[in-house]
């Protein structure tokens, strides 16, 4: 498993999710406190291409042997792209939460919800 | 020991921790323990009591059957290994259990030609509105579409558990024993979130599944396709995986379990890989351990009650585990072959029973539709009185329905003699009780 | 080491176990059109019984078993299982007995139901019983779907549910099957019901609460009258679930402590064998106001002889076929009949002393294994593992894999939920003292062990039949039947 980071050009939601915007799309996922709260992951069930996903609800379930959480929004919009490679390969999101490990893109609806978002070192500093 | 705990009684254990106001303060009113002679003595005198089917040759069916148990499931059910130990959280030292559920799985997967089982549920009627639940989280709507030709227990199961989260059962009548296929078709719309069949239906007929199959899915694509199958026909029936239907379920006694006045038995549950993730109840999985043995644990666990909590599959915790030991010994012990023999002997008896019942006066065929190990007939005299004279005689003749209905059940244990006993005390027991009418 | 093989992978073309009884009446083709035939039979093993045999005992010796050593799993009241059940249960008068055979050749089946179910109405503190459900979860929905019946009844239609955050899983799943909502109460921190999290959560749209009393944190909550007062009073019902029956018979009753609902599980205090995961036995006892709504058949007496009969309109109807788990209501009522009113009280005593004393032994180690709640407990415990984690380095799961490697079956670890690296601990009374002074002595060494080695522990366990698993592999390639 990766060491704990928290890449800085990422923004952060308190539920453990973070965002990788790029211009009006955004790349969502979860965090390293996150995955290493879960163990070692071996489900994830995603949206459907197309549907919407409003900022601070849940989109998406990812499981472990022992547990199952939710997987929140940190932004609205509508899901361009899912990551396909995660049906076979869950653990992904163990090994590189930030890059491989990546969960969907949105075509964001309302970007100005960036400002509700927070820096790794706040999010970090809120981890304890 | 009182010392070490710190405290002067072991009723001051409870003074400290059970207020007063609820303390029960008087003997429970139970009569006084017994040796175990005594206890012995009192449950023989019980059982004394009743007639079971070894005082009686038995024709009774409906849904358990006398089918003959193999000594070697007494034996292996009374083994401390497997009778004693808990469901397998610790999966190290419950390889056993484990395996067992494994293979259980794939015997019934075979059996029923779905490629995904489960561990077992409780029994028949339940694992029917349990398949009703998984529709029900699949599609989200509250329309069941259920034959007539359901098990009456059946059905009354469904539409309780229905009532709670909120579905309707409309009931497809028969028509001359089989479920109307007009009546099916027209019942079933998009709203329907499943379609429920009996294989063979409570009145012993063979249905056309895979018609009926067919046409839910024309009519409601994602209606889940329920058949409820009577597990020894399906060693010659064609099972539901290749009949379009979505989730098999069934009663699991025929299969090396005992009648036990109702239970405990076993339920099968087995469905199409689409419904792998929404299974009620355990499954265990193939994998190995760190030192690359294979072995076997609980698995896909996180949509049982203990992970998912109140947004799980079902609500099982025990489910019947050492039925289902029972269950693949039993289907082990008859064998590919065996099975098949048994099914073919039932078919050929069945048939032969029916032929001499109908050819008597005042009994006819309430349908004549192919049986495989269970009839209905029509009787010009009540139903009840019948077999009421009829086990006066030794011979209980089956199951009295509604007024004038008998339905007839045959397992391996009813020979051509008793078949031709029954015949005759069936017989003088329907010519007695007509003449009673007219007297 | 002998390669594991399933029954599927033994035996060979041509052999059988059994011996068809040859067809004795004549053959007659097609009387099953061959479009409702099976073109091929199922694949099934060809094994003889030898072979049978010799492969489900060998599996029987790769399990642990409560026969062979303590089980001190928590909420589950691994007790001994006399074999006189046994015995009784196998009578062809019980065994062979058809379920609808008429009521008048099964009175002795009917007198049996009959005094188990004053039985546990005596024990309950509730008057009306139904035997029918199949386990103990069985139990909760006959028990909410009374609930809503009851509600209904008066035009009332309510949506929510309360259950404590040390709830069961399987409460708040029967709650969402029974279509309510779940609502969860806190604990205060003596590990009862948070009373003012109650008083704000209960109104008239909460159509019942669902307790366990003792509760999974091994305390009895003292303020069970207020609860039962507050529930009461904005007109919901009170369900108990009876998984901890064990430390009150004799004792307690919940109908006495205002329940309106319980469930008995009978593979628990009433020693039905647990059997590696059922069968099991979930009968009910409800009070006056809910008898209206219990599930039809009901066993009803009339000069001295036993029916079967539907006795309600209002019935929510029938949870399964027939009657129940009666093989189970032999065994428990053999119990009860030899343990009688004395016997039982003294089980539950014994119970709560046995729990009380091992958790005294392990008072020692309360610094790395604290007790979570209170001073006392009643049958069962929790110890927290978190302390021992931070300072030795391994984890509740490890402790547990450790002490298969010393005979015992482990604790409930992870469960309740409530508590951090829970270990949820639960002798029964059929444990002696010498037993409960070995585990005590078995946790203390390991955790000794692991001071100075915890690696022994983290790759525990070493020497059964199989180490740790890969449970991730399995939960993500689901491999749940043979390939053939």
Known sequence: MADASYPEDLLYHPEHDWARIDGETATLGITWFAQDALGEVVFFDPPEVGSTITAGEPYAEVESVKAVSDVIAPMSGEIVEVNGALADTPEKINEDPYGEGWMVKVKLSDPSERDNLTDAATYTSQLS | ?439 | MSAVETIFEKGAPGRRAFVCPELDVPQVDGLLPDRFRRSEPARLPEISEPEIVRHYVNLSKKNFDLDSGFYPLGSCTMKHNPRLHERVAALPGHARLHPLQSPAHAQGALELMWNLERALSEIAGLPHVSLQPSAGSHGELAGVLLTKAFHSDRGDTRHKVLTPDTAHGTNPATVTMAGYTVVKVGTNPDGGVDLDDLRAKADQDVACLMLTNPNTLGVFDPNIAEIAEIVHGVGATLYYDGANLNAIMGLTRPGDMGFDIVHFNLHKSFTQPHGGGGPGSGPIAVSDRMVPYLMNPRIVREDGRFDLRDTSEKSIGRLRGFQGNYGCFVRSYAYIRSLGAEGLKDASETAVLNANYLLARLGPLAERLPLAFGKLCMHEFVLSGSPMKRELGIKTLDLAKRLLDHGFHPPTVYFPLLVDEALLIEPTETETKETLDAFADAIAAILEEAAGDPEVARTAPHTTPVRRLDEAGAAKRPVIRQSL
């Open chain 2, 1 to 439: 020991m009182l010392d070490a705990i710190g405290v002067g009684s072991i009723e001051e254990l409870f003074d400290r921790q059970i207020p007063a106001a609820v303390r029960l303060g008087r003997p429970l009113d139970l009569p006084a323990g017994m040796a175990e002679q005594d206890v012995y003595a009192h449950l023989r005198e019980l059982a004394a009591r009743n007639t079971s089917a070894e005082d009686e040759i038995t024709f009774l069916g409906a849904g358990m059957y006398d089918h003959y148990v193999p000594a070697i499931i007494d034996m292996l059910l009374g083994r401390s290994e497997f009778l004693t130990p808990y469901t397998p959280y610790q999966p190290e030292v419950s390889q056993g259990s484990l395996q067992v559920m494994f293979e259980y799985q794939t015997a019934i997967s075979e059996l029923t030609a779905l490629p995904v089982s489960n561990a077992s549920v409780y029994e028949g009627p339940s694992a029917v509105a349990s398949a009703g639940y998984l529709a029900r989280l699949a599609n989200g709507r509250s329309r069941f579409v259920a034959s007539a030709g359901l098990h009456p227990h059946s059905l009354d199961t469904l539409r309780t558990y229905a009532r709670g989260f909120g579905a309707e059962v409309v009931e497809v009548p028969l028509a001359d024993g089989l479920t109307d296929p007009a009546a099916w078709a027209a019942a079933i719309g998009e709203d329907t979130c499943a379609a429920f069949v009996q294989q063979p239906n409570f009145l012993g007929a063979v249905e056309d599944v895979e018609a009926l199959a067919a046409a839910a899915k024309e009519a409601a694509p994602d209606a889940v396709v329920v058949g409820a199958y009577d597990p020894i026909a399906l060693g010659i029936l064609k099972p539901p995986g290749e009949c379009g239907v979505d989730v098999c379920v069934g009663e699991g006694q025929p299969l090396g379990n005992r009648l036990d006045f109702g239970g405990p038995s076993f339920g099968f549950f087995a469905a199409t890989e689409a419904y792998l993730r929404r299974m009620p109840g355990r499954i265990a999985g193939e994998t190995t351990d760190v030192d690359g043995r294979r072995g076997f644990v609980l698995t896909l666990q996180t949509r049982e009650q203990h992970i998912r909590r109140e947004k799980a599959t079902s609500n099982i915790c025990t489910a019947q585990a050492l039925n289902a030991l029972a269950g693949v010994v039993y289907l082990s012990w008859l064998g590919r072959h065996g099975l098949v023999e048994l099914a073919e002997l039932l078919l050929q008896r069945t048939h032969y029973a029916r032929e001499a019942l109908t050819a008597l006066d005042g009994v006819e065929a309430l349908h004549s539709q192919p049986v495989v190990r269970e009839f209905a007939l029509k009787l010009s005299a009540p139903a009840g009185k019948v077999v009421a004279r009829c086990q006066e005689q030794g011979v209980n003749p089956g199951l009295a329905l509604d007024d004038d209905v008998l339905l007839v059940a045959i397992t391996e244990q009813r020979s051509r003699a008793d078949i031709d006993r029954l015949t005759e005390v069936l017989g003088a027991a329907v010519a007695a009780e007509r003449e009673a009418v007219h007297a």
